[in-house]
């Protein structure tokens, strides 16, 4: 099983990138897709997770309104697309599949991928 995230890189705050991540060596088809960041010497934190139905649920402190999870299940796929990065959005970003609905913790993810930088200047 493996979850192959893409998509990251460095932005000027202000601007978008989307994230993918490709699941591969089973189907996550009934399993929450999750989306957690970890910044720079802080702790991994939360940042939204879908289930198979499309059922969403958003860090809002983190997320205001500018993240949107998405995924397509027919690719094994979920995306996360960001408008108006800040700097504070910088951090390593990485994707997981839990076979609980909606979790907002991260012991409750069986499977994470490596991650990907997001970097975003001032």
């Known amino acids: 099983v493996q979850l192959v995230e893409s998509g990251g890189g460095s932005v000027q705050a202000g601007g978008p990138l989307r994230l993918s991540c490709a699941a591969s060596?089973?189907?996550?088809?009934?399993?929450?897709m999750g989306w957690f960041r970890q910044p720079p010497g802080k702790e991994r934190e939360f940042v939204a997770v879908?289930?198979?139905?499309?059922?969403?649920?958003y860090n809002l402190e983190t997320v205001k309104g500018r993240f949107t999870i998405s995924r397509d299940n027919a690719k094994n796929t979920v995306y996360l697309q960001m408008n108006s990065l800040k700097p504070e959005d910088t951090a390593v970003y990485y994707c997981?599949?839990?076979?609980?609905?909606?979790?907002?913790?991260?012991?409750?993810?069986?499977?994470w991928g490596q991650g990907t930088q997001v970097t975003v200047s001032s």
């Open positions: 879908i289930n198979w139905t499309g059922g969403i649920t």
């Open positions: 997981a599949a839990s076979p609980r609905v909606l979790s907002r913790s991260a012991v409750d993810y069986n499977y």
């Open positions: 060596g089973r189907t996550f088809g009934n399993w929450a």
